[in-house]
């Protein structure tokens, strides 16, 4: 890929953005893509509802899960213009284009740490054996609604698969706090569509590692 300083340059690399929150994306996927979806539950309570939120949009389900994670920040006059996801009403419909408009003012936890918003970029590093490898993703969607909370990134030039992946935490009527994860994907390109075998072991061992990284003490 080009220079991760530049990456905020980059177009994602699929074109169903926002795909992810299809209601039939297990059933009707975008061609030639691989939906998935894994729902679990992950605490009870409003002290795991506040610290979960707080650490998925943080990348913490990232590096609770083992991989680095390097925030690309755009300059300045680009980093205050937000970005909008497509749209969709509650079918699973698009209603809505994405679109450029005024930045959100910036939120952040209580450690400083800034949380996601759309439009971000970041490069995650994951180790697979004595390998590093480097998956350039765009934040494509963000969602904060009083019991459901989290967000969903893009590929971008250099990441092995191309597709969008989504995590969601919402809160049921008796407390339990649930973390859902979906995505839709396959390989960027014909060397990676070779191993695309060992790309899938390597998904399933990350999102074992996904599913209980926000299990953990609140404290």
Known sequence: ??????????????GAVGGTQ???LMTYPPKGY????????IGHGDARWEWARTELLSWGIKRRSGFEVERTDAPGDVSEIGYTGVG?????TPVQAASLVAGDEIEYAPDGTALVKPGDTAVLVARVGPFRVHEPVRV????DEPQRSGFAYGTLPG???SGEESFIIDRTEDGSVWLTIRSLSRPAGFGWKLIGPLLRVAHRR???RYMVALTGPTE
């Open 1 to 14: 890929m080009a220079d991760r300083q530049e990456a905020w340059r980059l177009p994602v690399t699929y």
């Open 22 to 24: 299809a209601v039939d």
């Open 34 to 41: 691989r939906p998935f979806e894994r729902r679990a539950r």
């Open 88 to 92: 969709y009403d509650e079918s699973g």
């Open 140 to 143: 494509v969607y963000r969602i």
């Open 159 to 161: 990441h092995p698969l």
């Open 206 to 208: 990350y999102l074992a």
